[in-house]
Structure formats: structure tokens, C-alpha cells
């Protein structure tokens, strides 16, 4: 209820590159460190090109207008929600998605994911792909929060089901492992 | 009794899935390159006669494929009752009702083609309360007749548990009389009454609704949906579409991992949209994939109700009879709704023993979206108003709020509202460990801004119950096969919809069979494969699919039994499982894995071999319920199969500035039955403690004066986010085991948001000495009433204005 953190909305800088045909444009970004170029209709977000372009399908639609976190990728580094971004803006840019998270865990759950698993973090699960990419975020930027820290942090992630304890204590515990 | 997986916290069976993303929902599923999208043309007035539709447009706009109307779908369908149909026919009776829809090669195309249907209405005066609705003794209302929402209200078919009033808004009223009130009212020492408010609210599943339908040329209908409810809505499909053909046989629900239900998956809403419009493309599957404004003015909506309570009491707190007048604005069409206003009336006592009582809870029609399922099935609703009243008549009777539950709260035995006798239950042990938790009666000392002017503290609680609502022959059943290396499969078709069920049906197997969860797979279900079962609403799938899994791990073990004895001549007296095989009591060298015989069977002398797969099967009836009744006492019937019972309590501070609550503790206690998975449960507390604090705090459904919801967004209604969430919540769980459900197992996840309105209505009372008697409790309206009550502007007891 409380007006959640504002996240990295939509970056506003226009790609000069990115070539526009009768609608469509063509977008080169890295996706979880692989060369994509695609061919992709000029005004649609960069979740629905994940989603449904690319079939790359961990960031989930709960709104589609940034409201809920569902979507949550890191874009050049800053976890952002994809149904805020338009597909022609990441032309040059990285972007990690949990898939990618994944991959540089050689294909395995990362840690994070493994305490997210043993705590019983989720419920539903459909928030949990946006969730784990913000705390992975969170944790690169700031591998030792405080509990407030985290709270703060994961504030523009909706979960419906699990009153969020136990998501947030699993942040913890890992931290506490590390520490 | 010991057991090696009942009550351990193991950790879920599709925890790796979801936290990996491999879980998939149906908006993740690819269905090739000829899926067809559908978007739907809505209704823009509450109440309007539809004078003529015209399609032309939309059918010449790029991309179209289909325009569907109401003339192509004449046909009604429902849960309970049927006041439905799959397109508005001659009137609309909701803002945003599907009147027609678009079907397109993509997204885009069907929205904008909907656009250009043309819909003529003749606009009628809307409904859109209660009040309005019917004519209610001491509420305001105009003196002309109501309006009517269903004339041919006469001609729905329904439940025989159903009573509607035709010629009137009234579709159900459920009736509950037991004791002499008259006797009541002459023996109490004091009669309160009072009138208590609740509004609408939304689900808010962070999944919306999705369903794709696929007809082919072979006749078959196939169904994708985010749905609670496979079977029934199998069920459903198949009656409204049988003037096509279509029979049971040629539909398939398929039931991806779903998103969040809450009751807002239960049944049949959207999903029909699919299922229709699969047959005007055949061999086309079509989308049907709602927004999030969809999401809450088209699926089903927590009903809003009107309470008046009227309470009989002796000097000592002795609750002599209670009169409850409940009335449920339940929106457009009733056919789950109504079933709500069932559950609440037949228990509308609360966990309370109370001789006299009368209630009639009335199921309203409203031009507002229709009302119904969601987690808490009525009882958070009229609980708020129930539990608040009992905390006033405490107060002014200068009794302990806890000594007067004590008093009154219900034990085993005592004489249930429509008859039946109390199952066992540990409510008594509930209200002391919740006293003992907040320290009731002790001085809280503020946590926060430590003896700030403006800072108040409070305690308030709650007692809370709920029965299953079921109709009498809800049921469940259950296959286990086994695999070459002694693994299971276990196929039911409960949903997993967040409560972690799958995993405690390995774990009731894994007892019986003496199999570690790991080698346990349960998958959600195909209703072409996975047997029947009614629906994962009601909390009643721990008890009731538990049961018919338990009865197949059973007749696995049956058989596994009779095999030995059969091929091996081992007496089957002396044969127990444990460690993945079977052993025997007599002959402590026997042990013989799964794995070496369940499939492959057990090799005899001879070179032959005895047996085969191994497949255990299990069904569960509540043979003993029955929904058969006095229409006009209640009485006669057994409709409840058991009541989970708990109580709650909150430690809160409220800023008598800005009214801002906040909250250092709830405790909640609820009986389990049996635990079957302690973590599970404590997630079903944390997760439902925090959405009823919403629910009480700030969440509501806003209408504006033409029935149009104001609020249809996370921006505008607003729902917790980790900021929200108390300081501590403690979850206390008892074991009062039934008479049947697995391990004596009782549901308990709709429970834990039930408590919670009043309960905080309870604190805020105690804190300020105001008693909000309408919900949400917003800041606002707390720091307005307690400005007002400072300032004495307002008699303590008349608030409701507000």
C-alpha cells in the first residue's frame, strides 16, 4: 500500500541506430551474454519481445504498466520492469533476465535461488522470477543490507501469497551464510 | 503416534520449478504459429436493453477472423445456478459484461477491431446497492418498487439448496432458526443491535485470468486455463456447449501451475469465452488472456454485505440469542455468489454457543460485477460485524474480551446452527495461547516513537471458524502408479494454486508407502488423465483429496500384501513397508525393495511371474453430509462436514494524528486437526494474515454512480507490498485430530485471513475507544472518528455515518 520504491522507469535514451522499417526495427542487445538480433514491431515492450519473440518466459505480465515487478530484468546493470521499456531501446545494451542469472551459475540455481528453495520462499511462484532478479540486483549492489535495506529493496515486487516473510528471511539467511 | 514425513517441514515438491522459472503458467505456453487471439467487446452501462449489434465494421478490419455475438451463444451456464449466459443477450447487467468478441490473428487486430463493433442500448436505472435493491426495515430507500435484474428469475435452474424469490432481487435466502427467540429476548438483560458494513473486494492474484480453448476437426474441445477447478469446469463446458455436440468425453481441461487463486480461479468465469469461441474456429486454438482492469471487474468479486445484529445477553456475558440480518450485494449473476450466502448464514453464529437464534442471510442481485468465491467464503465478511458487536457488548457489560469468549466460545457437542453437534476442536486452547502471546491484559509498551503524545496502543481479538462449503457429494479421487526404480507418480486433480498441496499428498503417500518425497512426483492436472475431482476451493483438498490419496497409497500396500503372500507365501499378517520395501515381522532377513518387483513382478521357480504393474486407487465421498433442509429453519440437514476453529490477536500503535496503524504483532492460532507440513501452514498464516490486514486496512472496490469501478489497477487499489507486513507474526498450531482426513487433517488456509478485520477493529477501539463499524479501516477514517470522538462531536455509538 505504501508507495513502493521507484524503480528505474523507463530510460528515455534514444538509440539513433536502431533502424525503423514501416513498424518493425531491427534490435541488436546482448541477452544473457548471447548476441541477439532481431527483427521486432517498433512499439512493443521488451517484455512482450522476451516473452513472445524470443520465448525467453521468466519475466511474467502481472499489469503491464509497472505496477506489480512480475516483469523485472536488469537492464545495463539496473533492475528495471520490462513492460516499461519499449523493445527498440535496449538495441546496444545487456540484458539478464533469470535465465542468464542461471547461466553464470553454470546452469545451476545460483545460491540465492537454492535458500529461496529451502526456506520455501514462494507460493504461487509467479512472482518469484522478478523477485529473485531484484535481490540478485539488490545483493550486487549492496552484498551486506540491512533487513530494512531489503524490505526497501524488493518493495516494487507484488506477491500475493506469502506476506513476503518468508522471501525476505531468505535474503537474510543467505547473507548470513556469506557473512 | 510417530510418524517419518507427517509434521516434517519438507520442502516443496515444485520449489525447484518455480524458483528456476520452469514452472510454467498457461500465457507461457506456445501454441504454434495459428493461435488466434480474442478480445471482448464490454458493456459500458450497468444496466441497459441491447437494441441491435453491429459487426460489420470489425468483420472488415485487418486481421479479423470471427465476430461473435449473443445470437451465436444462446445458451445460459453456472455453478449453482444458472442466471448466465456466455454473451449478454438482450440485457446487460454489469459494466465491462462481454456483449461480443473479436477474434483475430493477433492481440492487437482483435482490440482494435472490437472497437469498431457497434453496440446500441436503451439505458436502463441501475441498482447498485443493497438498499436499492430490496426493501430493508431502518435502512434508507426510495418508496417505489426495485427495480428488477432478473425477471425470469422464476425459470433458473439451481441447487435444491437454493430458495429464490421470484418477481423480487432476492435470489437465495438461507433461513436459520433454532431456540424460542421469543424466550431469547425476555430472558437477556440487555438486547444490542447494531449495523455493520462491508465493502467489495478484489482477489488480486498477480496472475490474471487465461484460457486458451482449441476445437478440432475431430470434435475434440481442448482447454488451457488458469483455473481451481479443472473438472467442474470440464463439467460446466460441456453442459452450456452441449446443444453443439459436445459431450464430457471430447473435453479436456489441462490445468498448468496457476498464479494465485484465492477463489478468484474457482468455477467457470472468463474461461467460457475460450471455450466458445474454440468452436466458431475449429482446429484454431484462440486466446482469451485478460488485463489486469479485467482482472477485477470481470471475474468474480468478493461480495460486499449489510449486517444487522441484534444480541441478547445476560448480566454475566451470557449470549442468550442473536439475530443477524445479512445482506449480500452479490452483483449481476449469482451462480457462485449465491453459494457464499449459503455458507455464511448456516454458520453466521461464529464459533459461538448461542440457544436462540434467527438468520436470514439474503442473496441480493445488483447491477454491480458478479460476486463470489474468495478465500474466507463469506465468514471474513459477516465475522467483522459479528466479532466487533461481541467486543462492544464486553466492553459495556465491563466484561474481559477474553473471558467473555471463554464463556461463549463453542465446545464439542454443542448444538450447531442447523442442527448437527460440533466436531472436537482445540478453540478453548486458541484463546489462551493467543492471550498469553500478546500478553492480554498487560501494558504494551510502544515499540516505536516510545511515549510520543500522539501514539496509542491497543490489543484487539478475534475467534474465527469456517466449514468447508461443499455440496454433499463433493468429492475426490487419487491413482498412484509405480516406476521401475520404485518411484511413484501420484495423479489427482487438486490444483496447485500456492498452498503447497502437491507436496503434502507425497507426504501422506511417503507415510504409507515408506517412500522419501524425492521419489514422489505430483503434477498438476490433465482431466484426461488424473481422476476426478470437484474443485481446490473450500480448504477442503488436505482433507478431502489427502483422504482419497491416503485410500490409494492403501491399496497399494493391499496389493503389494496379497502379491507376497501370493507369490512368496509369506503371511501377510507378518508384512509391513518400510524403507522403500516390503519386510516382514517374522522373518527379519525378508526385505524386498519396490523396485525389484512393483513393475516388473516377482519371479517364480518356474521361470513365470506373479503380479504386474502395481496401481493404487482411492476415492472420497463425505457419505454423511447432506444439504436437505427446512427451507424455512435451516434445520434437518448436515451441510458441514467440520469446522476449523482458531482464534487471533494483534498488538498494534496507531498515530492518532494521521490515523496510521501499525503493528508489531499478530499471533494466530488455528487448529490443524494434524499437521501435516508445519512450514506450509506458517506460510498459509504469514501469507493470509498479511492479505486480511489489506482487507481491514486499506483495500475496497470503488463505484461511481453509474456502477463503473473507479479502481481497477494496483495504482488505484492498492494491495501490500514488503513495506506493509507486521513486525512479527506468530503462528500457533494445535492438533485436535478429526474423525477423518488424513492423519485427522482439517484445511486451514482460508482460515488464517478471517479473523483479521475484527480483530483490528477490536485494536483500534481499544486504543482509541472508537468503534469504526464499516470497512476498510483507512488512516483516514481512523484519525476522522478519533478527531470527531475527541472533540465529542459524535456519540460513541453512532459512528456509522462516517
Redesign the interface.
Given at each position: 500500500?505504501?508507495k513502493?520504491k521507484t524503480k528505474t522507469k523507463t530510460k528515455t535514451k534514444t538509440t539513433t541506430t536502431t533502424k525503423e522499417v514501416a513498424n518493425k526495427c531491427s534490435v541488436q542487445f546482448l541477452l544473457n551474454d548471447q548476441k541477439v538480433s532481431i527483427e521486432a514491431p517498433s512499439n512493443i515492450t521488451l517484455l512482450d519481445l522476451l516473452?513472445n519473440q524470443l520465448?525467453v518466459?521468466?519475466p511474467?505480465?502481472?499489469?503491464?504498466?509497472g505496477?506489480?515487478g512480475?516483469c523485472t530484468v536488469i537492464l545495463d546493470g539496473e533492475s528495471i520492469r520490462s513492460c516499461l521499456v519499449l523493445a527498440p531501446e535496449v538495441h546496444g545494451r545487456k540484458v539478464v533476465t533469470?535465465?542468464g542469472i542461471?547461466k553464470k551459475s553454470e546452469g545451476e540455481?545460483s545460491e540465492l535461488?537454492r535458500y529461496?528453495?529451502?526456506k520455501?520462499?514462494?507460493?504461487?511462484?509467479?512472482?518469484?522470477?522478478g523477485i529473485?532478479v531484484a535481490a540478485t540486483d539488490l545483493l550486487e549492489k549492496n552484498p551486506h543490507p540491512t533487513r530494512e535495506e531489503?524490505?526497501?529493496g524488493?518493495?516494487?515486487?507484488?506477491?500475493?501469497?506469502?506476506?513476503?516473510?518468508?522471501?525476505?528471511d531468505a535474503v537474510i539467511d543467505y547473507i548470513k551464510q556469506k557473512s | 503416534m510417530e510418524f517419518s514425513f507427517i509434521g516434517k517441514p519438507a520442502v516443496r515438491l515444485d520449489g525447484k520449478e518455480k524458483v528456476t522459472a520452469a514452472a510454467r503458467y498457461v500465457d507461457d505456453l506456445d501454441f504454434g504459429a495459428n493461435l488466434l487471439y480474442a478480445a471482448v467487446v464490454e458493456s459500458p452501462h450497468a444496466y441497459a436493453t441491447i437494441k441491435s449489434i453491429d459487426t460489420s465494421k470489425a468483420e472488415k478490419a485487418p486481421g479479423v477472423v470471427k465476430v461473435i455475438t449473443g445470437k451465436d451463444f444462446p445458451y445460459k451456464f453456472g455453478m449453482y445456478m444458472q442466471d448466465r449466459y456466455i454473451f449478454a443477450q438482450e440485457k446487460v447487467r454489469f459494466v465491462g459484461e462481454q456483449v461480443a468478441a473479436v477474434i483475430a490473428c493477433d492481440a492487437i487486430s482483435a482490440e482494435r477491431a472490437a472497437k469498431l463493433v457497434k453496440v446500441n442500448y436503451d439505458v436502463l436505472k441501475p441498482v447498485l446497492k443493497v438498499e436499492e435493491a430490496l426493501t430493508i426495515e431502518g435502512c434508507n430507500h426510495s418508496t417505489s418498487e426495485p427495480i428488477l435484474i432478473h425477471p425470469e428469475l422464476k425459470n433458473y435452474e439451481h441447487v435444491p439448496w437454493f430458495f429464490p424469490r421470484p418477481e423480487s432481487n432476492i435470489a437465495h435466502i438461507r433461513k436459520i432458526r433454532t431456540g424460542d427467540m421469543d424466550k431469547g429476548w425476555a430472558e437477556a438483560d440487555h438486547i444490542f443491535t447494531d449495523t455493520y458494513t462491508v465493502p467489495r473486494y478484489a482477489h488480486c492474484a498477480i496472475e490474471v485470468h487465461a484460457a486458451v480453448g482449441l476445437y478440432d476437426f475431430s470434435g475434440r474441445l481442448t482447454l488451457w486455463t488458469a483455473s481451481q477447478s479443472p473438472h467442474t469446469q470440464r463439467h460446466l463446458f460441456a453442459e452450456a456447449l452441449a446443444p453443439l455436440g459436445v459431450a464430457h468425453k471430447d473435453v479436456r481441461v489441462i490445468t498448468p501451475f496457476v498464479g494465485g487463486g484465492f477463489g478468484g480461479k474457482a468455477g467457470v468465469s472468463m474461461e467460457i469465452l475460450a471455450a466458445a469461441l474454440a468452436t466458431t474456429v475449429r482446429g484454431n486454438p484462440v486466446k482469451v488472456l485478460w488485463n489486469r482492469a479485467q482482472e477485477f471487474y470481470n471475474t468474480y468479486q468478493r461480495q460486499g454485505v449489510l449486517a444487522q445484529i441484534k444480541v441478547g445477553v445476560k448480566n454475566d456475558g451470557t449470549i442468550i440469542a442473536l439475530e443477524q440480518n445479512l445482506y449480500w450485494d452479490a452483483g449481476a449473476y449469482v451462480e457462485y455468489g449465491a453459494n457464499v450466502v449459503n455458507a455464511a448464514g448456516l454458520s453466521a453464529s461464529g464459533p459461538y454457543r448461542i440457544p436462540n437464534l434467527k438468520i436470514d442471510s439474503y442473496c441480493v442481485y445488483t447491477n454491480l460485477p458478479p460476486g463470489g468465491p474468495y478465500r474466507g467464503f463469506g465468514y471474513s465478511e459477516f465475522l467483522f460485524g459479528l466479532e466487533s458487536h461481541f467486543a462492544e457488548i464486553a466492553k459495556k457489560l465491563k466484561i474481559d474480551q477474553i473471558e467473555f469468549r471463554r464463556k461463549n466460545c463453542i465446545i464439542e457437542g454443542d448444538r450447531l446452527a442447523y442442527g448437527g453437534k460440533m466436531n472436537p476442536n482445540g478453540l478453548q486452547e486458541a484463546i489462551e495461547r493467543v492471550a498469553s502471546e500478546i500478553k492480554w491484559g498487560e501494558e504494551e509498551k510502544t515499540t516505536t516513537k516510545a511515549h510520543a503524545k500522539n501514539i496509542r496502543t491497543g490489543k484487539g481479538i478475534s475467534l474465527f471458524w469456517k466449514a468447508p462449503a461443499m455440496p454433499p457429494n463433493a468429492s475426490s479421487s487419487a491413482f498412484i502408479k509405480f516406476n521401475e526404480d520404485g518411484s511413484i507418480n501420484i495423479l489427482v486433480s487438486a490444483m496447485e494454486i500456492g498452498q503447497g498441496f502437491l507436496t503434502v499428498m507425497a507426504q501422506i503417500a511417503a507415510e504409507i508407502l515408506s517412500i522419501p518425497i524425492e521419489k514422489i512426483r505430483v503434477e498438476t492436472p490433465d482431466t484426461d488423465r488424473n481422476p476426478y475431482e470437484w474443485q481446490t476451493v473450500a480448504s477442503h483438498i488436505t482433507w478431502g483429496t489427502g483422504s482419497a490419496v491416503l485410500k490409494a497409497a492403501e491399496d497399494m500396500r493391499e496389493q503389494i500384501f496379497c502379491l507376497i503372500e501370493r507369490a512368496l507365501g509369506k503371511e501377510r499378517k507378518d508384512l509391513y513397508l518400510k524403507a522403500e520395501g516390503v519386510r516382514s515381522h517374522s522373518d527379519e532377513t525378508f526385505h524386498l525393495l519396490y523396485k525389484d518387483f512393483v513393475i516388473s513382478g516377482i519371479p517364480m521357480e518356474d521361470g513365470t511371474f506373479r503380479g504386474g504393474p502395481i496401481l493404487g486407487r482411492g476415492s472420497f465421498m463425505p457419505e454423511y453430509t447432506s444439504a436437505k433442509s427446512n427451507p424455512e429453519t435451516g434445520q434437518g440437514g448436515k451441510p458441514n462436514v467440520h469446522y476449523t476453529v482458531g482464534a487471533a490477536g494483534i498488538v498494534i500503535e496507531v498515530d492518532t494524528d494521521t490515523g496510521k496503524v501499525t503493528i508489531p504483532k499478530v499471533v494466530m492460532a488455528v487448529d490443524a486437526g494434524r499437521v501435516l507440513n508445519p512450514d506450509l501452514v506458517k506460510g498459509q498464516i504469514t501469507g493470509g494474515v498479511l492479505q486480511g490486514l489489506a482487507t481491514a486496512l486499506y483495500e475496497d472496490m470503488r463505484f461511481d454512480d453509474k456502477g463503473r469501478l473507479l479502481n481497477p489497477s494496483f495504482t488505484d487499489y492498492k494491495i501490500p507490498t514488503t513495506l506493509d507486513i507486521p513486525q512479527e507474526i506468530v503462528p500457533v498450531m494445535l492438533e485436535v485430530p478429526g474423525h477423518d482426513g488424513p492423519f485427522g487433517a482439517r484445511g486451514i488456509g482460508e482460515h488464517t485471513m478471517i479473523p483479521i478485520a475484527p480483530m483490528l477493529a477490536n485494536a483500534i477501539e481499544d486504543a482509541l475507544g472508537i468503534r469504526i463499524k464499516s470497512l476498510p479501516l483507512t488512516a483516514e477514517k481512523i484519525a476522522l472518528h478519533f478527531q470527531l470522538h475527541s472533540h465529542k462531536l459524535i456519540a460513541n455509538d453512532n459512528h456509522s455515518s462516517l
Open positions: 500500500m505504501k513502493t516473452r520465448g518466459k521468466s511474467k505480465c502481472g499489469c503491464d504498466v505496477d506489480c512480475a533469470l535465465e542461471m540455481m535461488q529461496f528453495l529451502n520455501n520462499s514462494f507460493q504461487c511462484g509467479f512472482c518469484a522470477p529473485i531489503i524490505v526497501e524488493l518493495s516494487g515486487n507484488l506477491c500475493r501469497c506469502t506476506g513476503y516473510t518468508p522471501i525476505i | -
